[in-house]
């Protein structure tokens, strides 16, 4: 079946099943449509103030590549082909890449303008549960000037980003976890990225090990917490890492090895 569209809701980023890595490349494609913006926008980036139209994503390789879980060869080549398909138009500079997503209004306008009654129900409880207040395109028009007031980190930020993977593998240690103010956690990332000179690399490597140590994911549950542990976290990581690589032969007892060449306890 061909026909038809389906409204698919800016929250999924923030599932525990798009956290799966690594992305296919229909996947991909469908998260760029997440993050493409819904209307046209200015924010600074690094100091320059970027004019983002309607239909373009903003980001660079390197977050792309954390995004999908590719390598910076198949993030290319995967770019490219979307150019040769006429499906994307793509602008890079020292700063950042630009896409601008080839059909993106044909795709959105024409379906919302023309079915604006068939989802009334589910618009107006949309914007409501999205965690990022960034509903649907033109379906939550009547609130897209209040989301443009409590929203500082957009959708398709690093910072916004990591606070859905922390998220997300909170959920997995724990089911039942409440679901945060992620703008609160975007806020507390950038603060990390800003002010204590975090890398993006680094962050997304504690968050991951934190989740995963038995101690560290009982106390690691908000990004206010990861901030404040971030030293500690490392140093620990480190030591266990550390710790995990040296491998002490078991010799089982004190006897000299038998003549017949048995070497009973060592590790090959």
Request: charged share 30%; proline share 3%.
């Amino acid at each position: 079946m061909t026909k038809g569209w389906i409204s698919i809701h800016r929250k999924l980023q923030c599932h525990w099943l798009w956290d799966d890595r690594p992305f296919s490349k229909g996947q991909a494609w469908v998260d760029l449509l997440l993050l493409a913006n819904h209307e046209d926008n200015k924010f600074l980036l690094g100091g320059q103030l970027v004019d983002a139209k309607k239909g373009d994503v903003i980001t660079s390789e390197h977050k792309l590549m954390a995004r999908w879980g590719w390598s910076k060869t198949k993030v290319r080549s995967f770019l490219e082909l979307l150019e040769k398909e006429s499906m994307i138009v793509k602008k890079t500079d020292k700063k950042k890449t630009s896409l601008s997503l080839v059909n993106y209004s044909v795709w959105q306008d024409s379906q919302t303008t023309k079915e604006p009654l068939k989802d009334h129900s589910e618009t107006t409880e949309r914007p409501l549960k999205d965690p990022i207040n960034n509903s649907n395109n033109n379906n939550n028009s009547n609130n897209n000037i209040s989301s443009r007031q409590q929203n500082k980190f957009a959708d398709n930020s690093i910072e916004l980003f990591l606070a859905c993977e922390l998220y997300n593998l909170i959920l997995i240690n724990n089911p039942n976890a409440k679901e945060p103010n992620f703008q609160s956690w975007a806020a507390d990332i950038d603060k990390m990225i800003r002010i204590d000179k975090r890398s993006e690399e680094d962050i997304r490597t504690l968050i991951s090990w934190s989740q995963k140590d038995n101690f560290w994911k009982g106390n690691i549950l908000s990004a206010a917490a990861l901030r404040k542990q971030f030293d500690k976290l490392t140093v620990q990581m480190k030591t266990r890492s550390v710790q995990s690589n040296k491998t002490t032969p078991n010799f089982g007892t004190n006897r000299a090895p038998e003549k017949s060449g048995k070497y009973e306890g060592f590790y090959l």
